[in-house]
């Protein structure tokens, strides 16, 4: 997670960013494909991302909510938690923002057809 997107460059207003920053966030774990409008995802078994295996939404949603906080323990940042390190504390507030409801998170997977990145 060290080494994704400057999310500074991106506008949290713009739903789009928004999915560029989810691309970005899961890139060592997930990989989305785009099949004619239909969004694919592929939860990546090994270090290099060449063994893959297709996943729903559920288990991506599940992973953003529970596991990925579980890797990275900074992201179940609270009000009353003291985090000196201020691109910890801009990240934390963007993932709590954009991942914060289920709701919001197949949006954003949806809205990834309209990327051309992927």
Do not use: A
């Amino acid at each position: 997670m060290d080494n994704f997107h400057n999310d500074k460059e991106l506008n949290f207003k713009f739903e789009l960013n928004k999915s560029i920053f989810l691309i970005d966030i899961l890139k060592d774990y997930y990989e989305f494909e785009n099949k004619n409008k239909m969004i694919l995802i592929f939860k990546k078994n090994n270090k290099k991302g060449t063994i893959k295996e297709e996943v729903s939404i559920d288990n991506l949603i599940y992973f953003v909510q529970i596991e990925l906080p579980k890797i990275y323990p900074f992201l179940n940042f609270r009000k009353n938690w003291q985090i000196r390190d201020s691109e910890k504390t801009d990240l934390i507030t963007r993932y709590q923002f954009c991942f914060g409801d289920i709701d919001t998170i197949k949006k954003l997977i949806d809205n990834i057809k309209y990327l051309k990145i992927v």
